[in-house]
């Protein structure tokens, strides 16, 4: 066999690799308001630490989870396949990760975790220059010391990093979440910017709280370590962050974490501030009143975005009358009806109040807003 022929063989047998098609779920949200809603999953890991995926994997996933934003999140302490691979440059999962991020449109932001025994456990560094940079805290005898943690931090904090504190009941030995007095040491010297209150298919309640009572942001990310397919297959729903950014774009997320505006995205419920979370449900949800027959007709929601919501109607104008009795589920993408009449003459909006069922300000509070009918 010539050597053209090989050749010919061997592209036609690569080509459909280069060229076969790809399909993504759509999982979209309206602007909420000014801002941009964007999805994030900042805590991913690469065989450049623990994880079992090529970097630019982690890229192709984002595009396929529909995510705008990931930070793959490399342990700086801990490269099991180091054996494996010559590189000990801790920014090479970036490097090989930032083209493909380009070619699909995600983006990619250059980050750490810091890997430490509790107090205070594992930290991610968002947004820094240089990774290498926390290498030289590193005790190489015993990894997980956490004796010079602050200098480690400070040096996140000097790159212009944001501050994660990882899975908090993690590593503990009663496997419970505690607020250390190191961590409050670190608070009060801006070395935490939030919690991750969801870790995979893990939930935080006691981090929620704390993130409220500290001003800290809210953060949900995977710590993906397999496939993605593979930790969707464990996981409830999708696992992430809403970060309300002032466009899309890197340095617009990183204002919004340091400003708190985060919302947590799991088992299809969303947690957060009120002043995130009304901005984003009130611009998701397209209620009105469509008449048929007179005053009769339908009272419509329509939702826009891929999160399902489920609400009881508080409050209602006295001369709009609908079934409320039962909560109502407004699945993703889709619009739900109930028969109704509607007397109120000459008004284009009207207010109804509701309570969101599967939205939360505090681990045990709903979200409860005043949301506009189009009459």
């Given at each position: 066999m010539n050597k053209l022929l090989i050749l010919l063989i061997a592209y036609l047998v690569y080509m459909p690799c280069l060229f076969s098609q790809m399909h993504k779920k759509r999982y979209p949200f309206p602007d909420a308001g000014e801002y941009k809603v964007l999805k994030c999953d900042f805590?991913?890991?690469?065989?450049?630490?623990?994880?079992?995926?090529?970097p630019?994997?982690?890229?192709?996933?984002?595009?396929?989870?529909?995510?705008?934003?990931?930070?793959?999140?490399e342990h700086i302490e801990y490269r099991r396949f180091l054996d494996d691979i010559s590189s000990r440059d801790h920014n090479r999962s970036w490097e090989l990760a930032k083209d493909a991020a380009k070619t699909y449109d995600v983006i990619l932001?250059?980050?750490?975790?810091i890997t430490r025994g509790m107090p205070p456990g594992h930290l991610n560094v968002i947004g820094i220059k240089d990774a290498n940079a926390f290498e030289?805290?590193?005790?190489?005898?015993l990894r997980n010391d956490s004796t010079n943690i602050s200098a480690a931090l400070s040096e996140a904090k000097k790159q212009g990093g944001f501050i994660i504190w990882n899975h908090p009941a993690y590593p503990t030995k009663d496997n419970k979440s505690t607020w250390h007095p190191k961590h409050e040491e670190?608070?009060?010297?801006?070395?935490?910017?939030?919690?991750?209150?969801v870790n995979g298919e893990r939930y935080e309640a006691p981090a929620f709280q704390w993130c409220i009572d500290y001003d800290l942001a809210i953060i949900a990310n995977t710590d993906v370590h397999s496939t993605m397919a593979q930790k969707r297959a464990h996981d409830h729903s999708k696992v992430m962050t809403l970060v309300l950014a002032k466009d899309r774009?890197?340095?617009?997320i990183m204002e919004a974490l340091f400003e708190k505006r985060t919302a947590a995205v799991w088992d299809d419920k969303i947690m957060g501030r009120e002043n995130v979370l009304k901005p984003i449900i009130i611009n998701a949800l397209d209620i009105r009143f469509k008449r048929n027959?007179?005053?009769q007709g339908l009272f419509e929601i329509e939702n826009m975005s891929g999160l399902p919501f489920k609400f009881e109607v508080l409050e209602v104008p006295n001369d709009l009358r609908f079934r409320n009795d039962v909560p109502i589920v407004a699945p993703a993408l889709e619009v739900a009806a109930?028969?109704?009449?509607?007397n109120i003459k000459d008004a284009s909006l009207q207010n109804i109040k509701i309570k969101v069922l599967n939205a939360f300000v505090a681990p045990k509070k709903n979200l409860i807003i005043d949301i506009p009918v189009k009459m």
């Open positions: 805590h991913q890991h690469t065989i450049f630490s623990d994880g079992q995926v090529w630019r994997t982690r890229v192709l996933e984002a595009w396929d989870e529909d995510l705008d934003a990931i930070a793959l999140s932001i250059k980050s750490a975790e030289k805290f590193v005790n190489k005898k670190l608070k009060n010297a801006g070395l935490i910017n939030a919690i991750e209150i774009s890197e340095d617009a027959n007179g005053d109930l028969e109704g009449n509607n």
